[in-house]
């Protein structure tokens, strides 16, 4: 929790991580990959304030004290969602595995929750995996990585047939909170990781399930922000919107803000933290204390009060998650500005 | 002007095809060397090693195909440097082939030219957003604004640039052409032009933040690299 001239915060980290990416987890003759993953998120670190700026050796491995300390103590987290990353092409344990997790979310089980993930190319052993998995850690969600490399794939798409099986057995499980990567980072080759149209199909064919586009589509904010006033079962996870823009580029991240407020709305923002790609602190006190500039550039987008940082920061989250929210950082006016709802077919790719 | 003065012009023409800016203002030509005999040596560096291989690839073959149109020069070697896909990509480019030669049975051309086709109407949409809101500033109506031709253009960098991306799509520019249009082409009304704008102000605010980070990541790795070297000497 934060409390911030007599204002209370309930805190939900809706993304963030526990890796391990040392050499010795590096899979041998993948060692460029595994090295270069880390230093480009390492990289991604720099975009935060600089005293909060760690060595590549303590990026590549903290331990849990780093973690109990920066998230719980340091980071006013109350909560804190695991999304599973498993890139075993790289890691030889996992980058960080729903099983190492869990260890965390045993030890600490009214703060944490580990997401599980999935992979449509894993056919029946898939399937098999997701069921034990959803039964062992009682899954609420999952992350999915449309980018990533299985046996000479460099990808996947939520069209296709498989992932509509894993779908069906998610609603099927009760596991109603999918988490879909639509950002950097990740090599797309023949499929666009980028390219947000597979959540707008499987959003409209799955209305009772909730999608939660990760980094919002970065750097395809557009057609991420079309797609979503037209899905009313699709949010905005704002992991690497707070943590790389409001420090470094603060007009851009007003902007963004500006245009995620009209389009999408307060009550479908998810503010996440990405750590250990930066400090929960420094972004829950930033987006507490930040206010949109005054000039005319910014004059008609939403403005965002108080009561829509208590939503983003932690009431929307703890929504989708079934999250106890104790009565003082409860908001007594619901009314939240809606979004656009034009028909958004801006920029036809056809 | 010397040969590399042309070179280093002729790749002040070449965009970005995800940021519509030149790559030479972004800071991706690291190096271009000119020998006596005019062979000329292109070194382009991304923000991230893992910056994606098909804009990565248009960058290095538009850089190569705008500088082999100077006729005095020779033989080009255009290098992606640290870049995971780098060998691939260089590789292709030396031969003169396209980006699914140089990832054989993993994509094909046509969904490259369908990925920079999107981009190009992004790139025509936010800029004409830019001259718009300047006419709007002006005092301009609505009406006013959808009613420009292209001739009524006032001749600077943004207007320059759309007249070239809507020859490159097909979109008419003759001087009696509407001055703004929809993605597809067609003219945009007057009623249509809050909503037109407040999209086009999204597409544009997406390609300057990506263009943020981009440089702020290329900053760091530079920032890096030049600490790493310090260290190693």
Request: hydrophobic share 40%; proline share 5%.
């Amino acid at each position: 929790m934060y409390s911030h001239n007599g204002d209370n915060f309930f805190v939900v980290d809706g993304h963030l991580h526990f890796w391990d990416a040392s050499p010795a987890n590096w899979v041998s003759g993948q060692e460029q990959y595994a090295k270069g993953w880390i230093e480009c998120f390492h990289a991604y670190m720099g975009l935060g304030p600089e005293e909060t700026h760690w060595p590549i050796e303590k990026f590549q491995k903290y331990s849990e004290d780093d973690f109990v300390k920066d998230v719980f103590e340091d980071g006013h987290v109350d909560v804190g969602i695991f999304q599973s990353t498993y890139l075993k092409e790289w890691y030889s344990e996992g980058f960080n595995t729903l099983e190492k997790n869990a260890e965390l979310v045993e030890k600490y089980p009214d703060r944490l929750i580990a997401n599980g993930r999935w992979d449509p190319r894993e056919g029946e052993a898939g399937l098999r995996q997701l069921e034990e998995d959803a039964k062992r850690y009682n899954l609420q969600g999952v992350k999915l990585y449309t980018a990533e490399w299985y046996q000479g794939s460099r990808g996947w798409s939520l069209k296709s047939p498989e992932s509509q099986r894993f779908l069906e057995k998610c609603q099927e499980l009760g596991i109603k909170n999918i988490h879909v990567h639509k950002g950097p980072t990740i090599w797309p080759l023949d499929k666009d990781a980028f390219d947000v149209s597979d959540v707008d199909y499987v959003a409209t064919n799955f209305p009772e399930l909730n999608f939660i586009v990760e980094h919002v589509g970065l750097p395809r904010i557009e057609d991420f922000c079309f797609m979503a006033t037209q899905e009313p079962n699709v949010y905005a996870g704002l992991a690497v919107v707070i943590g790389g823009l409001m420090h470094a580029r603060p007009r851009f991240f007003a902007k963004v803000m500006g245009e995620l407020l009209f389009w999408v709305g307060e009550d479908k923002m998810l503010w996440a933290s990405d750590y250990a790609i930066w400090e929960p602190r420094w972004q829950v006190e930033g987006f507490v204390d930040w206010t949109s500039p005054e000039d005319v550039e910014f004059s008609d987008y939403p403005r965002l009060t108080t009561d829509g940082k208590k939503k983003i920061l932690g009431l929307n989250a703890a929504k989708l998650y079934g999250i106890d929210v104790p009565e003082e950082f409860q908001i007594s006016d619901e009314a939240g500005e809606p979004a656009a709802r034009e028909d958004a077919q801006l920029v036809d790719s056809a | 002007m010397n040969t590399r003065a042309r070179v280093l012009e002729a790749l002040s023409k070449v965009h970005d095809p995800e940021l519509d800016e030149p790559i030479t203002s972004l800071g991706f030509v690291t190096s271009c060397e000119v020998s006596p005999d005019s062979e000329v040596e292109i070194v382009l560096r991304l923000p991230t090693p893992q910056c994606a291989p098909n804009f990565a690839y248009l960058m290095a073959a538009d850089a190569r195909n705008a500088v082999r149109r100077l006729p005095e020069v020779g033989r080009i070697e255009v290098r992606l440097e640290d870049h995971y896909t780098g060998e691939e990509i260089n590789a292709a480019i030396a031969r003169g082939d396209g980006f699914a030669a140089a990832f054989p049975g993993e994509t094909d051309d046509d969904q490259l030219d369908t990925l920079r086709e999107l981009f190009q109407r992004k790139a025509l949409v936010a800029r004409q957003a830019r001259l718009c809101k300047a006419l709007l500033a002006d005092g301009l109506t609505p009406e006013q604004v959808t009613e420009r031709r292209v001739a009524d253009l006032r001749d600077d960098a943004d207007a320059r640039r759309c007249l070239e991306l809507r020859g490159q799509l097909g979109i008419g520019c003759d001087p009696d052409s509407p001055a703004f249009v929809a993605p597809n082409g067609e003219p945009v009304a007057a009623h249509e032009l809050t909503l037109w704008l407040r999209k086009a102000r999204l597409v544009r605010t997406s390609l300057d933040v990506n263009g943020s980070i981009c440089r702020s990541l290329l900053q760091i790795r530079s920032r890096r690299g030049a600490e790493l070297e310090k260290v190693g000497t």
